[in-house]
């Protein structure tokens, strides 16, 4: 996040995330949709390769993912490089808007304990 922020007040001629902050939130929501898009359909491979397997072959999928296997689809490391994907656009949302990730993790912890359903119902209507 820090570095994000570095490129968000720097002058980077070449930063890809100076280049998304300049398209405003337009050029960064789409980026989340299309890295969203990703992440679910990594996540579908995944729990198709998953059913797939025997049960003492699933341990296996468990382990720390090897950077070789990234872009192979049905990887657990393809899912693990979508979600930094999708997480470090997300990141830059916030570096957009100036939201540190702190106030992020105080409401997810204002959440704690909280049905997300009971949460849900209790929000005011729009």
């Known amino acids: 996040m820090q570095t994000i922020i570095d490129r968000r007040d720097g002058s980077a001629d070449r930063s890809y995330t100076q280049r998304l902050l300049s398209g405003g939130v337009e050029a960064i929501a789409r980026k989340i949709m299309e890295e969203a898009g990703e992440l679910v359909e990594s996540a579908q491979h995944l729990d198709a390769r998953r059913s797939a397997l025997p049960p003492e072959a699933l341990n296996e ?17 393809h899912f693990v490089h979508e979600t930094a994907d999708l997480l470090y656009h997300l990141w830059v949302m916030l570096a957009k808007h100036h939201v540190p990730l702190e106030w992020v993790r105080q409401e997810l912890d204002r959440r704690a304990g ?13």
Request: aromatic fraction near 4%; proline fraction near 7%; charge should be neutral.
């Open 114 to 126: 909280v049905s997300g359903l009971d949460e849900k119902s209790n929000r005011p209507r729009a």
């Open 61 to 77: 999928l468990s382990q720390f993912p090897e950077e070789s296997t990234r872009k192979e689809l049905g990887t657990t490391a």
